[in-house]
């Protein structure tokens, strides 16, 4: 499908889509999405179709405002609002008991619900166009790396979805904290950008980090071990294991994706480098990846960062997303 440029005409129009039932990707402050009207049952079916994705595995639905988290949510907790207050229009997506009129396509089934409200002015634009909740979760084939570009969406996509709205690169570059506050005791389903340091201090609470996000296993998507992978074989690399890695393998075509100086480039493939910056890392990493990915290289190399909390959030995806090397 073509991309077209964000602009208030084409926003109006993706809006129009949306209301009869089509799929539009759209850019966040995080990744891009794949939204769909998240009342209508078969828009989000479509979705589901679209990304290969279970269809038990539950949407975020995207909000212009905390204002409408209550047409969509009940029992909200006063800590949603201290949230909101404090970080809205923000990369955090919160997990609450679902209002008894929202559709359980959107949910997964489940009886709680995740919301938030993008840090974006195409989302909000969008958001505002169309006037109610849309469904999106990231704009790639399931268990892929989520685009961070139009482009990436179109690669994943294709024809599978009616409109590609670009608006530039993503500037967070990762999926947004998704924060369980449904059971009374706040707990962090997905790291992001906003850390767990930063929602206690504003909570003043503590927040539980759950056992299978510790060690990355299943319950939300998000969760799931293989995830966020490149189809290249790909493994973590402490730095000074990386030119001994290349010396022992000197027939393989290798790719490096570096954080902080470059190292030299092996005989064969290529080397990517990246700040050794948390912000400006995450910005650019599924893109980096992906330009790894299309050479089919025999394997990539990714440099282990630094395992501090600002870096837990890259940590995460960088540990699913080598995974599947890790196993066999
Ligand atoms: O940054 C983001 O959140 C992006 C942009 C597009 O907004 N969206 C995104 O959506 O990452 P998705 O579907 O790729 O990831 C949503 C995650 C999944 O892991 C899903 O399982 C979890 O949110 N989730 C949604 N509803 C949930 C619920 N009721 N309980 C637990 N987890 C839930
Ligand atoms: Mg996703």
């Excluded at 038990?56 to 988290?69: K, N, T, W, Y």
């Excluded at 359980?104 to 974006?120: M, S, Y």
């Excluded at 109610?132 to 979760?137: E, R, S, T």
Aim: hydrophobic share 40%; glycine share 6%.
């Amino acid at each position: 499908m073509s991309i077209v440029n964000a602009t208030p005409d084409t926003i109006k129009n993706a809006a129009a889509c949306l209301k009869t039932g089509g799929l539009v990707a759209f850019p966040t402050e995080t990744v891009y999405g794949l939204g769909a009207d998240a009342h209508n049952s078969e828009a989000l079916k479509r979705i589901f179709t679209a990304k290969n994705r279970p269809q038990d595995h539950p949407l975020i639905v995207h909000l212009a405002s905390f204002a409408q988290f209550e047409q969509w949510a009940q029992d909200i907790p006063s800590s949603a609002a201290v949230l909101a207050q404090h970080f809205f229009p923000a990369p955090l997506a919160l997990i609450l008991k679902k209002h008894p009129r929202v559709n359980t396509t959107v949910t997964g089934g489940q009886e709680t619900i995740a919301l938030r409200v993008p840090n974006h002015p195409v989302a909000l634009g969008l958001l505002e166009a169309f006037g109610g909740g849309i469904a999106a979760p990231s704009a790639n084939r399931f268990c892929r790396i989520s685009p961070t570009q139009a482009l990436h969406v179109q690669q994943e996509l294709g024809e599978r979805v009616d409109m590609i709205l670009d608006g530039g690169a993503c500037h967070i570059g990762v999926e947004s904290t998704i924060l369980d506050l449904s059971t009374g005791l706040p707990m962090l389903l997905r790291y992001g950008h906003i850390t767990q340091s930063e929602l206690e201090s504003v909570l003043g609470l503590n927040v539980l980090i759950p056992d299978a996000l510790r060690k990355s296993t299943v319950k939300t998507a998000g969760m799931m071990r293989i995830h966020y992978a490149p189809t290249t074989p790909a493994m973590l690399c402490e730095h000074d294991a990386i030119p001994h890695f290349m010396q022992a393998n000197p027939q393989m075509r290798i790719g490096v994706l570096c954080c902080g100086e470059a190292l030299d480039s092996p005989q064969h493939g290529s080397v990517i480098s990246l700040p050794a910056n948390p912000v400006i890392y995450a910005q650019h990493l599924y893109a980096k990846l992906r330009e790894l990915d299309a050479l089919k290289l025999d394997v990539i190399l990714v440099q282990t960062p630094p395992q501090t909390e600002d870096w837990r959030a890259i940590n995460d995806r960088l540990a699913k997303a080598t995974h599947n090397f890790r196993e066999h």
